[in-house]
Nanobody
Framework: QVQLVESGGGSVQAGGSLRLSCAAS????????MGWYRQAPGKQRELVAT???????NYGDSVKGRFSISRDNDKNTVYLQMNSLKPEDTAVYYC??????????WGQGTQVTVSS
């Protein structure tokens, strides 16, 4: 089993920045992909960004150039630096880890609210 604990959400004004963290614990194999997804009220969950254990990144179109994902493999932790935040970034942000064997785990979510 794998547990994910997210932190760093909160409220910020438009144009501001926040940094999310997600620490994974449990049976974690070295090869995996970690990432962030978000879900706004009344909308489907969408990709924000992912990063493999080898450092390959992928971003959703709406956050490219504003958000940056990184990870510390020694700490099994993934980070999401969010800059130039917009009200439309308001959502619950979820951490996800997918192992090399295809197992999928999600965090409990952290709220990000951006006011105009």
């Amino acid at each position: 089993q794998v547990q994910l604990v997210e932190s760093g959400g909160g409220s910020v004004q438009a144009g501001g920045s926040l940094r999310l963290s997600c620490a994974a614990s449990g049976t974690i194999f070295s090869r995996n992909s970690m990432g962030w997804y978000r879900q706004a009220p009344g909308k489907q969950r969408e990709l924000v960004a992912t990063i493999t254990s080898g450092g390959i990144t992928n971003y959703g179109d709406s956050v490219k150039g504003r958000f940056s994902i990184s990870r510390d493999n020694d700490k099994n932790t993934v980070y999401l630096q969010m800059n130039s935040l917009k009200p439309e970034d308001t959502a619950v942000y979820y951490c996800r880890i997918t192992t090399a064997f295809g197992s999928d785990y999600w965090g409990q979510g952290t709220q990000v609210t951006v006011s105009s």
